[in-house]
């Protein structure tokens, strides 16, 4: 499945602010990082998987999803994601 396209909106050492641009069937592989993680969905609909536990978001949902967490999503209608991270992630510098 493909990638979604990245871009860094913003970023200081304790806080990245980042935009996440998906195309339906473009996946988000299952993954955990040291970094809390909010996420506001901008546009499309999507299928989030947190520790073993799916569910469906869409435009205008929200939530965090915590430090070292398992999780990863499946876009099912192309849109838009704004990710937060605290603390900053230099993996994407």
Request: charged residues 25%; contains cysteine.
């Amino acid at each position: 499945m493909p990638d979604p396209v990245r871009t860094v909106l913003a970023h200081a050492p304790d806080l990245m602010v980042v935009r996440f641009a998906f195309n339906q069937g473009d996946a988000g592989a299952l993954h955990s990082h040291p970094h809390v993680q909010s996420t506001y969905v901008e546009s499309g609909r999507y299928r989030f998987t947190i520790d073993d536990r799916d569910f469906e978001i869409a435009r205008g949902d929200a939530f965090v999803i915590p430090s070292n967490a398992v999780h990863g999503c499946l876009c099912l209608e192309s849109g838009v994601l704004i990710d937060s991270f605290t603390p900053r992630r230099d993996d994407f510098l």
